[in-house]
């Protein structure tokens, strides 16, 4: 079967023989959006491999295809060529529907523009999948006014998204996606409108759960507080991936090497030991 076929050969050995699958594999992803009759070449061709327990930021200039990119690894969009494979499926083959549980049972989503639902509540939006998970009304109550307590918002749960600053409102979305402990947590810029200090709060929170939950991060930014809390950045530039080097927690050794002269350039970061020497 091509699903057998494909999750066998995203297997690799690293540097120590032990055998891996990339949790998010990315293999010649190319995106042109139509503009009126004119084609926008979004992604032209990247590979990405994120593993379990990465805590990863995709970095590069507006326009470079950070959210496209994002999307078709959230099954939100297809690739125009490619494939992409989280998890172990196809996500570009799935249906909306499909696509849509395969996010519920995996993926947080947390989206550049929020997409908070305006008629309900902060408490209401962030509770919104854990209900549609079924989660139990005592476990949903806890859940979420514990996330939103973390994340500064304790006093405004009743408040619906018009009546929450651009900040608030992106913690809003930040709980929402964070509430049903996904295995992927996938935020395109989740800290685009914070200050400095609530910035830090969220990125503590995501190191938190990266650690003792072993949740997979894939942010997009340009924040400085995001790129300097990441593992392992990749860059992008117009639609391409110029600097991917190995790192993180769990690959330090096996990327070393490369990481190192990856960082002597200046282009790319990699703090092996991991968010806890911060
Ligand atoms: N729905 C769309 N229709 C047409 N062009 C798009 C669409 N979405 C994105 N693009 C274009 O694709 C390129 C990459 O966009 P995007 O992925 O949003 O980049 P980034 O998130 O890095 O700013 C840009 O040139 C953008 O204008
Ligand atoms: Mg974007």
Do not use: C, W
């Amino acid at each position: 079967m091509t699903q057998t076929t494909t999750a066998r050969d995203a297997d690799r050995r690293t540097a120590g023989g032990r055998r891996e699958h990339a949790l998010i594999r990315v293999r010649g992803a190319t995106k042109v959006y139509d503009k009126g009759g004119v084609p926008v070449h979004a992604l032209r061709g990247v590979d990405l491999d994120v593993h379990e327990g990465e805590f990863t930021a995709l970095a590069g200039p507006s326009g470079s295809g950070k959210t496209t990119l994002l999307n078709l690894i959230g099954g939100l969009d297809r690739p125009t060529a490619g494939t992409v494979e989280v998890a172990g499926r196809d996500v570009a083959g799935l249906d909306k529907g499909e696509a849509a549980d395969f996010r519920l049972a995996h993926i947080g989503f947390v989206f550049q523009a929020y997409n908070l639902v305006p008629v309900l509540t902060a408490y209401e939006n962030a509770e919104f999948t854990l209900l549609l998970r079924g989660v139990a009304a005592a476990e949903r109550r806890a859940a979420v006014t514990a996330l939103l307590e973390r994340v500064g918002l304790g006093e405004l749960m009743d408040r619906k998204p018009h009546e929450l600053s651009g900040g608030q409102q992106q913690r809003v979305a930040v709980a929402r996606a964070l509430a049903t402990r996904p295995r992927i947590v996938l935020a395109d810029e989740p800290t685009a409108n914070l200050d400095s200090e609530p910035s830090t709060a969220l990125l503590e929170l995501m190191e938190e759960l990266n650690r003792e939950l072993g949740t997979t991060f894939l942010f997009s930014s340009h924040d400085p507080v995001v790129l300097d809390a990441a593992r392992r950045t990749v860059r992008l530039l117009d639609g391409r991936v110029v600097v991917a080097e190995e790192g993180g927690a769990a690959h330090a050794s096996a990327g070393a090497d490369r990481s190192a002269a990856a960082a002597g350039d200046g282009a790319a970061e990699d703090r092996a030991p991991g968010p806890g020497t911060r």
